[in-house]
């Protein structure tokens, strides 16, 4: 499905990760450092919001790390 990283201030690493698709958008676990643990929370975002929050560079998909055996 996808995990995004999500903008943040200072050196905080949250991401997104969708869940679920649906017909009008998407169930999403936030997870974001909160002072050195996680707050986690499920959400939904609607399609057009997702779309507006890559295109505004607020969410960057983490393109997945493929191992190659020699």
Known sequence: MGT????????????????????????????????????IKTDFISHSLFDSCVRTGYITKIEESVAVSA
Not at 4 to 9: D, G
Not at 11 to 32: C, F, L, P, Q
């Open 4 to 39: 995004y990283t999500l903008k943040s201030i200072g050196k905080s690493t949250d991401y997104m990760t969708i869940v679920k698709e649906m017909d009008d958008g998407y169930v999403v676990r936030i997870v974001r450092d909160r002072d050195g643990y996680d707050e």
